[in-house]
């Protein structure tokens, strides 16, 4: 064993060979992979070995994807087989409910270049002829599905690592990590010490554990899964005979099952309610090659439904039960990339769909540490997504929740209970008991979402449709635009950079120039390769003080950045406030005068202008305040400690009755924002756009100075943008966008490049005859679907949010375009795809609600 490495991976399964073979290909062959026992000795072993492109987030489908096509070439390298069976797969529909979920998810493929498509239930029982077709509505049909060998996999990852000069050191546990002044690692294990500049956590079962040796809690949680083999069944050899081929894998979301053809059997495995976690504490360290004890009866009410839909099966004898752990994180996707507040501490775990995501993963993070950015959109799976917040606790009730939903709908309006209410503001009471509010989750707060009037429960009903929340969202919104509103905004970011070198550093950092004392700017921030990676707004407090508010969900993905950033000299100092600052935001044409009387200082808009801040007393209580609203009209932020949040907020519901005040909530503040056109974060703005590309160009100040990416921006002013973010009205019925929704253009045979990403080789689609039913269309290499097109239509972008706009009663959407499209506002150019149904969709050039800014700025 080598005492010097410029990377250590630590763990030996799918994902940490991938990690291995990524940093080797890239360049970085002093790489060792240390694993404690034998490869694959954690999941991998025990893997069903399944693997899919879909996702809910469709960059990770992008990542999933690569993983798919990456296997011929792992074979090519490596001389091991991966045993790779294409197969194809189909998601079975029980309810309407589950076809619009189909649908949706079959709109979101056609801007990703995914060959997927909807079929009758007919037509999913001749892939598979077990099934009952009578039980379900309808499906979708997807080729690149498939299984392999979880061990030849794995083993193929390593030996392809090993002949790039990478090593593999086996049968030796990793003891105690300690990190030296200048940032060096000291990797000490059972057979000695090894040095290395970066560290990867790669432990699989025991990734909490090696957090652990550096303080950190990753929140992880290994749950047991279950799944069965049956006897070799007369079914499955007849259809192999007759057709040559293998049955297809099924998906059946009624009955938490997944199923496939094993051998001349099936494999059958859960998702079941009843879900169990394993070692929810501490993972021992002496586990080795071992299944853990089969409890059919905990699976039982999903065989049961099984075996209605598959009457095939039931008829099967169990050749043998695999139970085993699993690691999940409380959403279900992956932690990547690197821990805040730690050094070259990288992370890749909790990739409970390992031979899906582990080619991606590897991908992503080998990007990361060798070229400072992972080189697609990774935010769903980046470790820096959870706050402290996601404890041990809160961890574990979570993944549990999320694993017996692995087949459910998540419903668009709805908000999952499990580990809530993990945070609260001093108003929770308040909302919930006096206000009726409905709650929403927003990274970890409790955050009003709308507002029950008397008489009306306060609970989502959920649906992919307008739902009981349409009309009083919309009674929020035209009272506060009519006369005055209040909500909580808690759930922003807020941080405090101070110090001599504050103006350098966020001018450094930040786009935009920074204000002078007692102004606000609204600005972005660009990584190195000029894409968005921040949105901001930055008041001067004092001169060496400035106070940023930003997007609460990347509160620790933009510390990480900052740290990375900060200068040497400690002339700078960042506080990140969190819940200790709260605040409160009055917005309508009242709120001038409902704020005079509460404040002893003049407010008129000669005294406050537009974009100023104060500090000042609110009801009698030390505050900060920003002339400025997220709803576009006339509005103030008053951000206060928390002590004094009900003082503030009952005077201003106690002063503000004369004008009518109402309560809303986030979901009449995103109506709002939609009415200006407004971007949000994540959603519009992420780190796949640039900042031209985003719309942004007001905010990007070339000539200010040297700021990071402003040479990757000026190039995309200078060559102009592939794409441009725009806004629509959309001839919407009973459902409005929310996001990922193809946009179809009328263009006529014009190519405007690649919708989607290259998706893979796909696989013919079979009739019971063994005929392939999908005639030009089956896709057969790795080369990109350059659009989907129907006619003179072709899609040309995606929806990225969008909802409908209550004052001004319209349907809206934003998303990406072709640049080149992205001022034709004629009627019939364009539609939106929503829920299966192409709506005429026409792009909004002005914002739809006071397109000059007047009210905001009078």
Not at 421 to 445: C, E, F, H, I
Request: glycine share 10%; net charge negative.
């Amino acid at each position: 064993m080598k005492s010097h490495a410029k990377a250590v991976v630590i763990g030996g399964g799918v994902v940490g060979c991938s990690v291995l073979y990524h940093l080797a290909k890239a360049g970085w062959t002093d790489v060792m992979l240390i694993e404690r026992s034998e490869l694959t000795s954690g999941s991998s072993w025990h893997a069903a070995g399944g693997f899919h492109t879909l996702n809910g987030d469709p960059n990770v489908a992008k990542l999933q994807a690569y993983t798919v096509q990456l296997y011929k070439e792992l074979e090519e390298i490596s001389g091991q087989s991966c045993s790779l069976h294409l197969t194809g797969g189909v998601m079975l529909a029980d309810t309407p409910e589950r076809m619009d979920f189909l649908r949706l998810a079959h709109a979101k493929g056609r801007y990703l270049s995914m060959d997927t498509e909807l079929i009758t239930p007919s037509e999913a029982k001749a892939m598979f002829p077990l099934m009952d077709e009578t039980n379900f509505v309808g499906a979708m049909w997807d080729p690149v599905e498939g299984h392999l060998d979880p061990s030849g996999t794995t083993h193929a990852y390593a030996k392809a690592a090993k002949t790039l000069g990478a090593e593999i050191v086996l049968r030796n546990p990793v003891i105690e990590l300690a990190q030296e002044a200048d940032g060096t690692w000291n990797v000490v294990t059972k057979n000695g010490t090894v040095k290395a500049e970066h560290v990867v956590n790669c432990g699989g079962l025991w990734a909490r554990e090696v957090g652990r040796m550096v303080g950190v809690e990753l929140p992880l949680l290994a749950m047991e899964h279950m799944y069965l083999l049956t006897e070799p069944m007369p079914e499955v050899e007849e259809f192999n005979a007759r057709t040559g081929r293998e049955m297809v894998g099924v998906l059946d979301f009624k009955g938490e099952i997944y199923t496939r053809q094993e051998r001349n059997g099936v494999l059958l495995g859960t998702y079941e309610k009843a879900c169990k976690p394993w070692s929810p504490v501490n993972t021992p360290w002496d586990f080795g090659h071992e299944l853990l004890q089969p409890d059919l009866d905990r699976i039982a009410p999903s065989l049961e439904i099984g075996f209605k839909h598959f009457p095939g099966i039931e008829k099967a004898g169990i050749k043998q039960i695999i139970n085993g752990p699993f690691t999940f994180a409380p959403d279900g996707n992956p932690l990547v990339g690197p821990v805040q507040g730690l050094t070259n501490f990288w992370c890749a775990c909790a990739v409970m769909a390992g031979f899906s995501q582990g080619g991606g993963v590897g991908l992503a993070l080998s990007n990361w540490m060798v070229n400072g950015d992972p080189g697609f959109d990774v935010w769903g799976m980046d470790v820096a997504r959870f706050g402290e917040w996601a404890s041990l606790r809160y961890t574990n009730a979570k993944v549990r929740e999320n694993y017996s939903r692995r087949f459910s709908i998540r419903f668009p309006n709805e908000e999952l209970p499990a580990a809530r209410p993990a945070q609260t503001t001093p108003l929770y009471d308040v909302m919930v008991r006096d206000n009726k509010a409905v709650m929403g989750d927003s990274w970890g707060l409790e955050t009003p979402l709308w507002f029950a009037p008397k008489g009306t429960e306060a609970k989502d009903v959920v649906s992919f449709h307008r739902s009981n929340d349409f009309e009083h969202i919309g009674a929020e919104v035209r009272a506060t635009r009519e006369r005055v509103g209040v909500t909580e905004i808690a759930n922003f970011a807020k941080y405090e950079v101070a110090g001599t070198g504050a103006e350098e550093f966020l001018n450094r950092l930040m786009t935009n120039r920074m204000p002078k004392t007692g102004r606000i700017v609204l600005t972005p921030m660009l990584n190195e390769f000029g894409k968005l990676i921040g949105d901001f707004t930055i008041a001067k407090a004092d001169d060496d003080r400035f106070m940023v508010w930003g997007s609460s969900a990347a509160q620790k993905y933009h510390m990480r950045w900052f740290e990375k950033h900060l200068p040497n000299d400690r002339s700078v100092r960042i506080i990140r406030f969190d819940q200790t600052l709260v605040g409160l935001s009055i917005a309508g044409p009242r709120s001038r005068d409902l704020l005079q009387k509460l404040v002893d200082v003049d407010v008129s808009n000669a005294a406050f202008k537009f974009m100023d801040f104060r500090e000042m007393a609110v009801a009698g209580a030390p505050c900060m305040v920003n002339r400025i609203s997220y709803t576009g009209d006339l509005g103030y932020e008053i951000w206060m400690e928390p002590a004094y949040q009900r003082l503030v907020y009952e005077a201003i519901k106690r002063e503000g009755a004369e004008f009518g005040i109402v309560d809303f909530g986030m979901r009449a503040l995103l109506s709002m924002r939609l009415e200006k056109n407004f971007p949000t974060w994540f959603r519009e703005l992420r780190p796949i756009y640039g900042p031209f590309e985003g719309a942004m160009d007001r905010f990007i100040k070339l000539e200010k100075n040297d700021f990071i990416g402003r040479e990757a921006a000026a190039k995309e002013q200078a060559d102009g943008s592939k794409l441009r973010r725009v806004s629509f009205t959309v001839d919407a019925l009973d459902a409005d966008v929310t996001g990922d929704e193809p946009i179809w253009a009328k263009v006529n045979g014009q190519d405007f490049g690649t919708v989607g990403e290259p998706h893979g080789y796909g696989a013919p689609r079979f009739d019971a005859d063994g005929k392939d039913v999908r005639g030009s269309q089956a896709a057969t290499d790795a080369s990109a679907v350059r659009g989907i097109h129907d006619g003179e239509w072709s899609v040309v972008g995606w929806v990225t949010s969008g909802g409908y706009a209550h004052f001004v009663e319209k349907s809206m959407a934003q998303g990406y375009v072709p640049a080149a499209l992205s001022e034709d506002a004629s009627d019939g150019m364009f539609e939106i795809e929503i829920l299966g149904h192409r709506r005429p969709a026409r792009i909004a050039v002005e914002p739809p609600f006071d397109p000059l800014g007047e009210k905001m700025r009078g």
